[in-house]
């Protein structure tokens, strides 16, 4: 699903979603982000409100612990709540119901570096940005569906996202575009029958 609604720039607003989104999964869920300042603003205006509820959220760059205790805590609690960026995004296995949602902040487009630039120079920017874009989407969904059994949710709260990079996602994946209401509304129905 792609939220249509949320200004991802207004980070009150994309830590509302969260912290909604992730109440209506009861936890299981994954918070993906694209820099660290984000993750830890977000993880600031969620954590208490979400504990009151009885969630636990884990924190890449904010908890303390290397990512791997972080993911073997998140693995063991299936009600909890993981908070990460890219080294979470890329090649993390999650089966069963420990993770059955996932929420990226925005589209993972490349950062400007001098390397990026001179790719981009000889393969066209276009072409290789939108490839870079793909690959970090097709990471990040990758780690909902890890076994015949599991079944999820995959989020992105950027109303940016074009059209072209929706290739990036499994052909029988079901992608609409809808305002947070009825993405929460879907999480609870599909996530908690």
Request: with cysteine; charged share 25%.
């Amino acid at each position: 699903m792609i939220v249509n609604d949320v200004n991802r720039n207004d980070l009150d607003q994309v830590a509302a979603a969260y912290r909604e989104l992730f109440f209506a999964a009861n936890g299981g869920s994954l918070g993906l982000f694209t820099a660290i300042q984000r993750l830890r603003a977000v993880h600031g205006k969620i954590f208490h409100p979400l504990d009151k509820l009885g969630l636990k959220v884990y924190s890449q760059h904010s908890d303390g612990l290397n990512l791997s205790t972080l993911i073997d805590i998140f693995r063991m609690e299936e009600n909890s709540c993981l908070l990460g960026t890219d080294a979470a995004r890329d090649g993390v296995d999650i089966p069963g119901r420990s993770l059955r949602l996932i929420v990226f902040d925005r589209v993972p487009w490349p950062r400007p570096a001098i390397l990026n630039k001179a790719r981009q120079e000889l393969f066209g920017r276009k072409t290789y940005t939108d490839m870079l874009t793909k690959i970090k989407l097709t990471q990040a969904f990758g780690r909902l569906i890890r076994s015949k059994t599991d079944k999820g949710i995959f989020i992105l709260l950027d109303p940016g996202m074009p059209t072209r990079l929706l290739t990036a996602f499994p052909k029988e994946a079901v992608i609409t575009r809808c305002n947070l209401e009825d993405a929460i509304n879907e999480v609870k129905t599909f996530l908690n029958p």
